[in-house]
């Protein structure tokens, strides 16, 4: 099943540039299992976004169809056939 990921720009040296990926899911599709997909392509790109319990980093905001993930169910949030996941790292200023 394939969703696609949105990369903001902060992290698109980690994915050779690019802006969105599609991804080929396996079902049940998950959240966790999207991530676990592009870690495989991407490790770089996954060790910004969990911890090395593979545990979601807690500044780093994922959405699926505009809906943030930790309201949901965390890595086991269902993914739909064409889901968007879009991905927001925390912006800290001082």
């Known amino acids: 099943m ?6 903001p720009g902060v992290l698109r040296t980690a994915t050779d540039g690019a802006a969105h990926l599609d991804v080929d899911v396996p079902e ?8 676990d997909v592009l870690a495989d392509t991407y490790p770089a790109l996954d060790r910004r976004l969990r911890d090395e ?6 500044y780093v905001n994922f959405y699926v169809n505009g809906e943030e993930c ?4 965390g890595p086991a949030t269902p993914l739909p056939a064409g889901a968007e996941i879009q ?4 912006v800290a200023g001082g």
């Open 28 to 35: 049940p599709a998950t959240l966790g299992t999207a991530l």
């Open 87 to 90: 991905i927001l790292p925390s």
């Open 70 to 73: 930790r309201r949901l169910a």
């Open 2 to 7: 394939k969703v696609t990921v949105l990369i």
């Open 53 to 58: 319990r593979s545990a979601l980093r807690r």
